[in-house]
């Protein structure tokens, strides 16, 4: 890969400038050039989900959820605000709790703030669920909460949740959803009858959009777009093209790049790259199957990817287009360079850290910022290495 050259903006912003106490200060070299990392925000526990909130409001900063409940401000200075009230009760067993979190494109209007979550059934079962409510003027509370997704059916497993919450800048809401791990369950990642497994597409209000490719299909579940996942972590728009991409964990190996389209099949659990974590083959499966799509990128070993995002800030002009992506197992940020719908390099950022990545955001100022999912977790802020950078677009 070419050596590339950053292109800096003319003045430093001071918006979200790092707080006084630094866990972390470094510099790495990159394809790109230096960059330094430092600590925006500490004090987490085990942060899941970072969504900014739109530059110039009275109180700015970002949001951030912590998985065993709570949903917490933090302001432009880094400084962490309590928890905020009005979150829905949430299981937080094994991979559960509260998970994504996302804003609605029309925030500065109704301030509705959306969550995903681990929601608890009867007899120790449970699903992911969405929620929306009122960010409230002081950041304190959530308002008006309502449930507006449920996944269906609830059973008993405290694995892939999936959960990443993505709206698609037509008015609809993509939900990632994972097929519960256990190999009862994975059969119903085909099953157009069940939401395990799958990304479905809904409203912002939990309607069902009436372009759904499997609306008015016997036997099939309305809000379903695309199915045959296995456990969906990271997902994002490319707004190159409009399209849903994600990236679902493999069992050991496989984890795939996708690009989603209506109706179509993923594979999982019939075709994958990986194999059971004790090394036997999976039941049934191959690496491909005619009419299922085929991953555009795989890893493995894995990454475990959670949060992505497609970077279109101007602090690092030469990113312009790439795609990162938070890595747990392989504890980096990686950065895939995207050309149209094919990848064509790889760059691994921040291993030396040892840190698992669980989110990706891009702030108001440019400057990429990822979650750490750890007991004492941060929020970590990259920038170029001179202090500079520049607008979101």
């Known amino acids: 890969m070419t050596m590339k050259t950053l292109a800096l903006a003319a003045a430093p912003v001071a918006l979200l400038a790092a707080s006084p106490a630094l866990a972390v200060d470094e510099t790495f070299d990159t394809r790109a050039g230096q960059i330094r990392v430092q600590t925006f925000a500490g004090g987490l526990v085990n942060p899941w989900a970072i969504a900014f909130l739109p530059p110039g ?8 959820t912590e998985k065993q409940g709570n949903l917490r401000h933090v302001g432009e200075d880094g400084a962490l605000g309590e928890p905020i009230s009005g979150v829905p ?12 979190v996302t804003l ?8 509705l703030v959306y969550l995903s979550y681990a929601e608890a059934g009867d007899g120790g079962t449970n699903g992911t669920a969405v929620a929306r409510g009122v960010l409230n003027a002081d950041m304190t509370a959530l308002e008006n909460v309502e449930v507006i997704f449920q996944q269906q059916p609830k059973v008993a497993s405290n694995l892939h949740f999936g959960s990443r919450l993505v709206f698609d800048g037509q008015g609809h809401l993509y939900v990632t959803l994972g097929e519960r791990s256990q190999a009862q ?4 990642a ?9 990304i479905v597409r809904i409203n912002p209000d939990g309607t069902v959009p009436e372009d759904n490719p499997f609306v008015g299909h016997d036997g099939a579940l309305p809000e379903i777009y695309a199915y045959g996942i296995r456990n969906s972590q990271a997902a ?5 093209s409009g399209a849903l991409w994600e990236i679902e964990h493999g069992p050991r190996g496989g984890d795939e790049l996708n690009i989603v389209a209506a109706g179509r099949n993923y594979g999982w659990p019939l075709a994958t790259l990986g194999i059971e974590y004790s090394g036997d083959p999976i039941n049934g ?6 009419g299922m799509v085929d991953a555009i990128h795989s890893w493995t070993p894995v990454i475990a990817p959670s949060g992505m995002i497609f970077y279109d800030g101007d602090a690092f002009a030469d990113w312009q287009g790439d795609l990162f992506v938070g890595g747990l197992a392989s504890t980096a940020l990686v950065r895939l360079d995207v050309n149209g719908d094919s990848v064509s390099g790889e760059e691994r950022l921040l291993e030396s850290l040892g840190l698992r990545i669980r989110d990706v955001a891009q702030g108001p100022d440019g400057a990429i910022y990822v979650a750490t999912d750890e007991d004492n977790g941060e929020i970590l802020r990259i920038a170029p290495a001179d202090g500079t950078t520049g607008a979101t677009k």
């Open 285 to 290: 499966a191959v690496e491909r199957r005619d």
């Open 190 to 198: 085909q099953d157009l009858g069940s939401h395990l497994g799958k």
């Open 57 to 64: 409001l009275p109180q700015g900063g970002l949001l951030v």
């Open 104 to 111: 609605d494109p029309d925030f500065e209007q109704n301030r």
């Open 185 to 188: 369950f994975r059969p119903q």
């Open 89 to 100: 009760e949430v299981d937080a067993r094994g991979q559960g709790g509260l998970l994504d």
């Open 236 to 240: 994002a728009i490319n707004p190159a």
